[in-house]
Nanobody, 113 residues
Framework: VQLQASGGGLVQTGGSLRLSCTTS????????MGWFRRRPGNERELVAR???????LYGDSVRGRFTISRNNAKSAVDLQMSSLKPEDSAVYYCNTLPPDSPWGRGTLVTVSS
């Protein structure tokens, strides 16, 4: 199993970024997927998840600002992030749910104030 997140970068407060995660080695179309993040000094947390039928759920801190989507044909899951805040700065990862696949390197998002 390989999970590769990309799309991070430096953005100003209020800006937007779109993260992408490509996968291999899993039956993606039936696998629930999640986007996680690890902020400095904090544990890794689940911020958004999407199920095989497209149902999406969000953490309280990102609801209304982030949108998770999946492309079964490409075995990929995206995270559209808008109205970004400095507290969204973190390394973002994708993983299966439950997160029992090897963690990839993640992608760094830095939101400047």
């Amino acid at each position: 199993v390989q999970l590769q997140a990309s799309g991070g970068g430096l953005v100003q407060t209020g800006g937007s970024l779109r993260l992408s995660c490509t996968t291999s080695g899993i039956i993606f179309s039936v696998t629930p997927m999640g986007w996680f993040r690890r902020r400095p000094g904090n544990e890794r947390e689940l911020v958004a998840r999407i199920y095989r039928d497209g149902t999406a759920l969000y953490g309280d801190s990102v609801r209304g600002r982030f949108t998770i989507s999946r492309n079964n044909a490409k075995s990929a899951v995206d995270l559209q992030m808008s109205s970004l805040k400095p507290e969204d700065s973190a390394v973002y990862y994708c993983n299966t749910l439950p997160p029992d696949s090897p963690w990839g390197r993640g992608t760094l998002v830095t939101v400047s104030s």
